[in-house]
């Protein structure tokens, strides 16, 4: 069985910094790329960063130069440390792992709200 679980979630002031964390289980990780996106009320789901399982990153123009992905395969988890946060950054934030035969899997999503 397969499970990504997310944490680190919550409220925060504009300008402050939070660390959310992804840890699977049930899978072998270390081939696995994985990804975190989020979703807004009233919007589309949206890719937010990817880590390959090579340790390549790709970022939305959104959050270039103020988030950054990360993974530890010993642990089998995923980060994203996210710094000088903005209103607009408020979402559900979810963790999603891809496997090299194009399977994808997904967590439940942590919240992140950013107050003015």
Same mark, same amino acid.
């Given at each position: #069985?397969?499970?990504?679980?997310? $944490?680190? +979630?919550?409220? !925060? #002031?504009?300008?402050?910094?939070?660390? *959310? $964390?992804?840890?699977?289980?049930?899978?072998?990780?270390? $081939? *696995? +790329?994985?990804? /975190?996106?989020? #979703?807004?009320? +009233?919007?589309?789901?949206? %890719?937010?960063?990817?880590? &390959?399982? +090579? @340790?390549? &990153?790709?970022?939305?123009?959104?959050?270039?130069?103020?988030? &950054?992905? $990360?993974?530890?395969?010993?642990?089998?988890?995923?980060? *994203?440390?996210?710094?000088? %946060?903005?209103?607009? @950054?408020?979402? !559900?934030?979810?963790?999603?792992?891809?496997?090299?035969?194009?399977?994808?899997? /997904?967590?439940?999503?942590? #919240? !992140?709200?950013?107050? *003015?």
């Amino acid at each position: #069985q397969v499970q990504l679980v997310e $944490s680190g +979630g919550g409220l !925060v #002031q504009a300008g402050g910094s939070l660390r *959310l $964390s992804c840890a699977a289980s049930g899978i072998i990780f270390n $081939s *696995l +790329g994985m990804a /975190w996106h989020r #979703q807004a009320p +009233g919007k589309q789901r949206e %890719l937010v960063a990817v880590i &390959t399982s +090579g @340790d390549r &990153t790709v970022y939305a123009d959104s959050v270039k130069g103020r988030f &950054t992905i $990360s993974r530890d395969n010993a642990k089998k988890e995923v980060y *994203l440390q996210m710094n000088s %946060l903005k209103p607009e @950054d408020t979402a !559900v934030y979810y963790c999603n792992a891809g496997s090299p035969e194009g399977n994808a899997y /997904w967590g439940q999503g942590t #919240q !992140v709200t950013v107050s *003015l």
